[in-house]
């Protein structure tokens, strides 16, 4: 079975760091692109950030540029997400995604079912 | 930056209706347009790529339509299992953002 499992998350005080990660299993993790979203409490679906296959593509969206850093290990099939610096809006359940090919801009067509992060004082 | 828009925001609609989401994009996007379905507690769910491709699994009741700035998702013969939440989501170009999403409730 195609999966993927997310953990790390926690409550972390507004500008600690905390370190996501995402384990895939039952296909070639290496293979595929793959993507970071959140979804703050009653809201929708915020896309964060991709890396391709081949780490040759890495990709940010504005509100989490120079703060998160996403990365990958083929070999241990896990995928991970460095927060620093976070903020109270940072507050969400965060999904790793697996996107339908190596390349970054593809649609996403297995996720996990998400870690939550809470930030707050 | 492309803008995804849907709507509307909160449709609501009986079991065996047939029922229309829309989205639009502020820039053109092709094809490059995929739906999916969320269920409260639930992670998303890959229902259709590029544009009007259906995810294998999908009930055949759902179709998509659409390219450029334009696009849709038809929901045919409504089943109780259909009452989620609905988002768009263009993979043309960084960054990959999703519509603010449809509620369809039950009426």
């Known amino acids: 079975e195609v999966q993927m499992v997310e953990s790390g998350g926690g409550l972390v005080q507004p500008g600690g760091s905390l370190r996501l990660s995402c384990e895939g299993s039952?296909?070639?993790?290496?293979?595929?692109?793959m993507h970071w979203v959140r979804q703050a409490p009653g809201k929708g679906l915020e896309w964060l950030s991709c890396?391709?296959?081949?780490?040759?593509?890495?990709y940010y969206a504005d509100s989490v540029k120079g703060r998160f850093t996403i990365s990958r290990d083929n070999a241990k099939n896990s995928l991970y997400l460095q927060m620093n610096s976070l903020r109270v809006e940072d507050t969400a359940l965060y999904y790793c995604?697996?996107?339908?090919?190596?390349?970054?801009?593809?649609?996403?067509?297995?996720w996990g079912k998400g870690t939550t992060v809470t930030v707050s004082s | 930056d492309i803008h995804m828009t849907q709507s509307p925001s909160t449709l609501s609609a009986s079991a065996g209706d047939r029922v229309n989401i829309s989205c639009r994009a502020s820039?053109?996007?092709?094809?490059?347009l995929a739906w999916y379905q969320q269920k409260p507690g639930k992670a998303p769910k890959l229902l259709i790529y590029?544009?009007?491709t259906l995810q294998s699994g999908v009930p055949s009741r759902f179709s998509g339509s659409g390219s450029g700035t334009e696009f849709t998702l038809t929901i045919d013969s409504l089943q109780p299992d259909d009452f989620a939440t609905y988002f768009c989501?263009?993979?043309?170009?960084?960054?990959?953002?999703f519509g603010q999403g449809t509620k369809l409730a039950i009426k």
């Open positions: 995604a697996r996107g339908g090919a190596p390349r970054p801009d593809y649609y996403m067509d297995v």
């Open positions: 039952g296909f070639t993790f290496g293979s595929y692109s």
């Open positions: 890396i391709s296959s081949s780490v040759s593509y890495i």
């Open positions: 820039q053109s996007v092709g094809t490059w």
């Open positions: 590029k544009a009007s």
């Open positions: 989501q263009q993979y043309d170009s960084n960054p990959y953002v």
